[in-house]
T-cell receptor
Framework: QKEVEQDPGPLSVPEGAIVSLNCTYS??????FMWYRQYSRKGPELLMY????GNKEDGRFTAQVDKSSKYISLFIRDSQPSDSATYLC???????????FGGGTRVLVKP | DAGVTQSPTHLIKTRGQQVTLRCSPK?????VSWYQQALGQGPQFIFQ???????QRGNFPDRFSGHQFPNYSSELNVNALLLGDSALYLC????????????FGQGTRLTVV
């Protein structure tokens, strides 16, 4: 069993819809949770990170962490075709430690 | 700011050969990590360098080795290449060992034939 699980998709939504992405993890020692966006043939780009449980909002993006259920989510409001990419969740036990990634979810936003 | 730069962008090698990939970290970053990303998978941690020493290592064989130079740039070396080593190799840099602010380069796509 992988430490971080993520549905590979693809997740197809119409432009303007809310995109809902989630990951589950197994190691309760994980403390920091990140979401990366990766366009085809590019490196991952950090979107957001949160520490421990709670919500964090940045523009159209909202990240949620529920440590009691080991569940992390990313919501993208008013989705745009430019949001079409693979979204990777990642986690780590402490700042500076290695990142453990999920397999990524491919998102397609159709005009 | 140039961000994290990696070279070369693409590389084709023959099974059994050796390869060296290079990474220049973002300005002000002193910690460099390397990841391997197979097609359709998430990145897998190879190792991390800080102050020219390997601090952490993932579950990769000794064929994978690295180095960090005084200017914080880094190299990833892979010996005795296998077909299964074909992947996107990503370099990430972060400041003062704060891995939560890791910035990735565009990667080097290695194809082993």
């Amino acid at each position: 069993q992988k430490e971080v699980e993520q549905d590979p998709g693809p997740l197809s939504v119409p432009e303007g819809a809310i995109v809902s992405l989630n990951c589950t993890y197994s190691n309760s020692a994980f403390q920091y949770f990140m979401w990366y966006r990766q366009y085809s043939r590019k490196g991952p780009e950090l979107l957001m990170y949160t520490y421990s449980s709670g919500n964090k909002e940045d523009g159209r993006f909202t990240a949620q962490v529920d440590k009691s259920s080991k569940y992390i989510s990313l919501f993208i409001r008013d989705s745009q075709p430019s949001d079409s990419a693979t979204y990777l969740c990642a986690t780590t036990q402490a700042a500076g430690n290695k990142l453990t990634f999920g397999g990524g979810t491919r998102v397609l936003v159709k005009p | 700011d140039a961000g994290v730069t990696q070279s070369p962008t693409h590389l084709i090698k023959t099974r059994g050969q050796q390869v060296t990939l290079r990474c220049s970290p973002k300005s002000g970053h002193d910690t460099v990590s390397w990841y391997q990303q197979a097609l359709g998978q998430g990145p897998q941690f190879i190792f991390q360098y800080y102050e020219e020493e390997e601090r952490q290592r993932g579950n990769f064989p000794d064929r994978f080795s690295g180095h960090q130079f005084p200017n914080y740039s880094s190299e990833l070396n892979v010996n005795a290449l296998l077909l299964g080593d074909s992947a996107l190799y990503l370099c990430a840099s972060s400041p003062d060992n704060r891995g939560t602010e890791a910035f990735f380069g565009q990667g080097t796509r290695l194809t082993v034939v």
